[in-house]
């Protein structure tokens, strides 16, 4: 790939990581912190590129070592972030006066 | 198999980038935050396919079965580990993606003859082996598997400088030879830094570094993308790197401290242990009854946890402390400081899972306001926080650091254990104020009393 590209492609990813995350609320920040980690388990797809490409059984076993490590930090990221925001809750619906399941109806500030 | 053209690949790559953006910007709101999870982990899903279904991958068998196995370790762990450990956990998912990161740089070395990949190789080796090093290490520490204190030995910043040093001479020795050897000695020392890096660095800020090392394995990943010329990984490791470093600035600014004061404050001989000495100014001490009655009789109660709250494990008592109060028509809300618990945001992740909803969760500027109409505050288990001293004494460690404004409610109830002053070693004027009570005694505990009584009132 050409640098000019690729340097496009990581400024613009830079401002856009930079404005999504000034908009988190900082209630989420510890959510943000394991969701942010679990993208970059994304690695993942980078160790299964190698260790598909090499027959080396040394090589293929520091490969398959990539693996195991990249998906426990993916998947047990994605998994400890929903964890965590399934627990983030509105007001009981008894409490606010609005009908069973309708958590859409209330005013969060 | 490579059944997809190069076009459909970027495509679809380019659709796991979106996901993995919208996963960020559902964090801006509590309640749309769980389906950008969602979104975000779709995504992951797709770049996986599609990385099976465009690249011609021997060994497949193989690939599946660690994906099972790695899946199978963090999963249940992921499960079952208790908010509290949230720190450590985060620590140490962090890790393993950074030394996944270096292990496939040092494998791309042999199939790498130009400079500027070998460059982007050494980097993502570097940065993924501190990375995983520098992870293993906090979670010692929050484990407390090691000492929390920072640790310091004569000639620390030698052993650093000259550890640096060597791993960017190793660094341009893999750029000009591509030798293994000086690969391998390379990811030893950038594992040496890493442990280096954070060894002293005391307990209370570790959760910083955390982030930091967050945004170091996102900038590896990026790095990585590079030499395996993949956009999404370029993409997604920038946006981890971005992110992680906003987030590591936000939290040191809540801490009133520089990043680099963290860093590098042990190395220059500052302590970060804080003080111990114990003021014999007067105080009024309170009781449990003493402490429900205010409470039970107010219009508005603002709490203010703390870190002490978190190591007492008092969060699900306070939550039904604050249920009792509401039933008796008391006005309850929490005041949170950005950087209350052992991480930033972390109260708001116990308090969520005491079952307290998030609109009774206020941010620093959405309560200071509101003190001037309180009747009474709880704070429990916090000081650096309350701690006025930030704003009235410019010569304070502190001075400069956002605090919730308590002192300008109408009483003050401080649950604490002792006398000794927070984290930042400094004296909170607040504790001698008139209108401050302070009960004595473990933050659990205390809770528990004052739940009791106002129970009984």
Same mark, same amino acid.
């Given at each position: 790939?050409?640098?000019?590209?690729?340097?496009?492609? %990581? %400024?613009?990813?830079?401002?856009?990581?930079?404005?999504?995350?000034?908009?988190?609320?900082?209630?989420?920040?510890?959510?943000?912190?394991?969701?942010?980690?679990?993208?970059?388990?994304?690695?993942?797809?980078?160790?299964?590129?190698?260790?598909?490409?090499?027959?080396?059984?040394?090589?293929?076993? %520091?490969?398959?070592?990539?693996?195991?490590?990249?998906?426990?930090?993916?998947?047990?990221?994605? %998994?400890?972030?929903?964890?965590?925001?399934?627990?983030?809750?509105?007001?009981?619906?008894?409490?606010?006066?609005?009908?069973?399941?309708?958590?859409?109806?209330?005013?969060?500030? | 198999?490579?059944? $997809?053209?190069? =076009?459909?690949?970027?495509?679809?790559?380019?659709?796991?980038?979106?996901?993995?953006?919208?996963?960020?910007?559902?964090?801006?709101?509590?309640?749309?935050?769980?389906?950008?999870?969602?979104?975000?982990?779709?995504?992951?899903?797709? *770049?996986?396919?599609?990385?099976?279904?465009?690249?011609?991958?021997?060994?497949?068998?193989?690939?599946?079965?660690?994906?099972?196995?790695?899946?199978?370790?963090?999963?249940?762990?992921?499960?079952?580990?208790?908010?509290?450990?949230?720190?450590?956990?985060?620590?140490?998912?962090?890790?393993?993606?950074?030394?996944?990161?270096? $292990?496939?740089?040092? !494998?791309?070395?042999?199939?790498?003859?130009?400079?500027?990949?070998?460059? *982007?190789?050494?980097?993502?080796? $570097?940065?993924?082996?501190?990375?995983?090093?520098?992870? *293993?290490?906090?979670?010692?520490?929050?484990?407390?598997?090691?000492?929390?204190?920072?640790?310091?030995?004569?000639? $620390?910043?030698?052993?650093?400088?000259?550890?640096?040093?060597?791993?960017? *001479?190793?660094?341009?020795?893999?750029?000009?030879?591509?030798?293994? /050897?000086?690969?391998?000695?390379?990811?030893? !020392?950038?594992?040496?830094?890493?442990?280096?890096?954070?060894?002293?660095?005391?307990?209370?800020?570790?959760?910083?570094?955390?982030?930091?090392?967050?945004?170091?394995?996102? /900038?590896?990943?990026?790095?990585?993308?590079?030499?395996?010329?993949?956009?999404?990984?370029?993409?997604?490791?920038?946006?981890?790197?971005?992110?992680?470093? /906003?987030?590591?600035?936000?939290?040191?600014?809540?801490?009133?401290?520089?990043?680099?004061?963290?860093?590098?404050?042990?190395?220059?001989?500052?302590?970060?242990?804080?003080?111990?000495?114990?003021?014999?100014?007067?105080?009024?001490?309170?009781?449990? =009854?003493?402490?429900?009655?205010?409470?039970?009789?107010?219009?508005?109660?603002?709490?203010?946890?703390?870190?002490?709250?978190?190591?007492?494990?008092?969060?699900?008592?306070?939550?039904?402390?604050?249920?009792?109060?509401?039933?008796?028509?008391?006005?309850?809300?929490?005041?949170?400081?950005?950087?209350?618990?052992?991480?930033?945001?972390?109260?708001?992740?116990?308090?969520? =899972?005491?079952?307290?909803?998030?609109?009774?969760?206020?941010?620093?500027?959405?309560?200071?306001?509101?003190?001037?109409?309180?009747?009474?505050?709880?704070?429990?288990?916090?000081?650096?926080?309350?701690?006025?001293?930030?704003?009235?004494?410019?010569?304070?460690?502190?001075?400069?650091?956002?605090?919730?404004?308590?002192?300008?409610?109408?009483?003050?109830?401080?649950?604490?254990?002792?006398?000794?002053?927070?984290?930042?070693?400094?004296?909170?004027? !607040?504790?001698?104020?008139?209108?401050?009570?302070?009960?004595?005694?473990?933050?659990?505990?205390?809770?528990?009393?004052?739940?009791?009584?106002?129970?009984?009132?």
């Amino acid at each position: 790939m050409d640098p000019v590209t690729l340097l496009t492609v %990581v %400024v613009l990813a830079v401002f856009v990581g930079f404005e999504v995350v000034s908009k988190v609320t900082s209630k989420l920040h510890t959510p943000l912190m394991s969701g942010a980690n679990a993208i970059h388990g994304i690695i993942l797809i980078g160790a299964i590129i190698v260790a598909g490409q090499t027959s080396d059984p040394w090589l293929l076993t %520091v490969a398959i070592i990539a693996v195991v490590l990249a998906t426990a930090n993916m998947v047990g990221g994605f %998994v400890v972030t929903d964890r965590m925001l399934e627990m983030f809750r509105g007001r009981k619906p008894a409490k606010a006066d609005t009908p069973a399941g309708a958590g859409t109806g209330e005013v969060a500030k | 198999m490579s059944v $997809l053209t190069p =076009e459909w690949t970027a495509l679809l790559y380019l659709v796991s980038a979106v996901c993995f953006i919208l996963a960020l910007k559902g964090l801006s709101s509590p309640r749309h935050a769980r389906r950008g999870n969602l979104i975000g982990s779709a995504g992951a899903l797709l *770049a996986v396919i599609t990385v099976f279904l465009s690249v011609k991958l021997d060994n497949i068998p193989l690939i599946l079965a660690a994906i099972v196995v790695g899946s199978a370790i963090a999963v249940p762990i992921a499960r079952k580990v208790q908010m509290t450990q949230m720190p450590q956990l985060v620590g140490g998912f962090n890790g393993v993606g950074g030394g996944a990161a270096a $292990l496939v740089a040092v !494998l791309e070395l042999g199939h790498n003859v130009d400079v500027w990949v070998r460059i *982007a190789i050494v980097f993502t080796m $570097l940065v993924g082996a501190i990375s995983f090093s520098g992870s *293993a290490i906090t979670v010692l520490k929050l484990q407390e598997l090691m000492t929390t204190r920072p640790v310091l030995f004569p000639g $620390l910043r030698w052993v650093m400088s000259i550890a640096v040093l060597a791993s960017l *001479a190793s660094a341009v020795l893999v750029v000009v030879t591509g030798s293994w /050897i000086w690969a391998v000695l390379l990811l030893i !020392l950038g594992l040496g830094v890493g442990v280096l890096l954070v060894l002293p660095v005391g307990g209370a800020d570790v959760p910083i570094v955390i982030s930091l090392l967050n945004a170091f394995t996102g /900038i590896a990943v990026a790095a990585s993308g590079i030499v395996l010329e993949n956009v999404l990984l370029l993409v997604a490791g920038t946006l981890v790197g971005a992110s992680g470093t /906003i987030l590591t600035m936000a939290m040191a600014k809540a801490m009133g401290r520089g990043v680099t004061g963290i860093l590098f404050g042990a190395f220059k001989g500052g302590s970060t242990a804080g003080s111990t000495t114990v003021s014999d100014r007067p105080v009024r001490s309170s009781s449990a =009854e003493d402490v429900a009655v205010q409470l039970g009789y107010a219009q508005n109660v603002v709490i203010v946890p703390g870190y002490g709250l978190a190591v007492a494990q008092g969060q699900h008592t306070i939550a039904e402390l604050a249920t009792a109060l509401e039933d008796r028509g008391v006005h309850v809300v929490f005041g949170i400081h950005p950087v209350a618990g052992r991480m930033p945001g972390h109260m708001n992740v116990l308090l969520a =899972e005491a079952n307290v909803p998030y609109e009774a969760l206020k941010e620093l500027d959405e309560v200071n306001p509101e003190f001037k109409s309180t009747d009474v505050v709880l704070v429990v288990g916090a000081n650096d926080v309350v701690n006025p001293a930030a704003k009235s004494t410019p010569g304070s460690p502190i001075y400069g650091m956002p605090i919730l404004e308590v002192g300008d409610a109408n009483q003050i109830v401080f649950l604490k254990r002792s006398m000794r002053p927070g984290f930042a070693g400094i004296e909170n004027e !607040l504790l001698y104020d008139p209108k401050t009570e302070l009960l004595f005694g473990d933050a659990k505990e205390s809770l528990s009393q004052v739940l009791a009584a106002v129970k009984a009132l």
